[in-house]
């Protein structure tokens, strides 16, 4: 190349505007923003596999013995009784709180076995159960238990509220990966990677809906906007495992 050809070449990547000029091929893309990355937050692990540590039963009713942590899983074992009784039930929820979040589980039960993921939980001694403050996305045996009959009571539902599709719920005996996501009022649920229900809380199609559920009797449900996130017990087996949040 001769003297003047490098000069033109010089001059004309000068004149290209702030921005425009493209690396070699080969070279390393653009990194993202740190902001970006940060705004999106990362994930945390909320059971270690090996203990229940960050858990506790609602109220601290109980000791929580049946809640057991099985081959990395923790499952809920309604077999587990003392003198007859069963003495070590009760919802387990999270020590901390949250308000804006993507809440993330793997889960599975028994052949008619009914459980649920309730989020925005008051635990206050005033509230005789969880779902007096918190809304749930149920989990359940669609075919063998029989709230499965009931539209708005399926797997993967906004519970007594809004009905999701069938499809993408796997059957009792295996393993369905559920999320809930609440972002300033937004709220989506997915099972197995396939958006089910999509609100919004809060506003006045929301208030309608709760006077039109189950919950229309109790003043202070999803009254709150921030709250902690509880694995139900309804009484059968039911296991969990790869818990983890993101803070939104």
Known sequence: MTTLTHLLTYLSLLALPLGRFSPAAGDAPPTKPLAEETRKGKWIKLFDGKSKKGWHV???QTDGSNWKVVDGTLMFDPEEKKDGKRVGG??????ETYE????SVEW??????NSGI???IQDDAKYEHTWHTGP?????DNDGHSDGKIKTHRAGNLYDMIAGPDDPVKPAGEWNRAEVILDKGRLELRMNGQTVVTTTMWDDAWKKMV????????PDFTAFHSGHIGLQDHGDKVWFRDIKIKKL
């Open 58 to 60: 609602f109220k601290n």
């Open 90 to 95: 009760g919802d387990l929820i999270t020590d």
């Open 100 to 103: 804006n979040f993507h809440f």
């Open 108 to 113: 599975k039960v028994a052949p008619k076995a």
């Open 118 to 120: 309730i989020f925005l």
């Open 136 to 140: 749930e996305m149920q989990v359940l």
């Open 211 to 218: 006077a039109g559920s189950k919950f229309k009797t109790k």
